[in-house]
């Protein structure tokens, strides 16, 4: 029997959050626009409007986008909200770009699927006080993309020998 080889690079904590933020956009929206029902029109309606509505926009992408990520055995696996999972070798990971807002970091990656078309990913990692969690998936996946291009230059290198 092979044991098998886990290791998770998102956070434990990531659907729930999607999830919280989408229930405040469906709670705030409404009452952002009750609110203007009720007020005269002014200029600080429109910035604060313009606001809450590129926040929605911005959670919207974030619930499309996000993703479970795991390292099992030599394989990653991308699992979005409402997808089957797909697992990628380690050749197929793109270059993954992360930035980072208060204490939560965010890291996109594209892969590259069978049929040569590019799926964009993001891990959502929390490094809040409660949440126990270290991870860097941006190092991580560079790591694996690298050991594995050594791992070919290397076979190729005995072959031609």
Avoid at 1 to 17: A, D, I, P, R, V
Avoid at 94 to 101: A, E, H, L
Avoid at 113 to 130: A, P, S, T
Wanted: include cysteine.
């Amino acid at each position: 029997m092979t044991e098998q080889k886990e290791m998770t690079l998102s956070s434990n904590w990531t659907t729930l959050g999607i999830y919280i933020q989408l229930l405040a956009c469906l709670i705030g929206v409404p009452y952002m626009f009750f609110l203007f029902m009720q007020k005269e029109f002014d200029i600080g309606m429109v910035i604060f409007g313009a606001f809450v509505l590129g926040i929605t926009a911005l959670i919207i992408c974030q619930f499309i986008y996000a993703c479970d990520a795991r390292v099992i055995n030599d394989k990653l696996v991308l699992k979005k909200q409402f997808k089957p999972s797909k697992t990628y070798s380690f050749e197929k990971i793109g270059n993954p770009r992360s930035f980072r807002i208060k204490r939560t970091s965010y890291v996109t990656v594209k892969m590259e699927n069978e049929d040569k078309v590019l799926e964009k990913y993001l891990i959502i990692n929390n490094h809040h006080l409660l949440s126990f969690e270290n991870k860097n998936a941006k190092q991580v996946l560079i790591s694996l993309r690298n050991m594995d291009k050594q791992e070919n230059e290397t076979l190729n290198n005995t072959d031609i020998k």
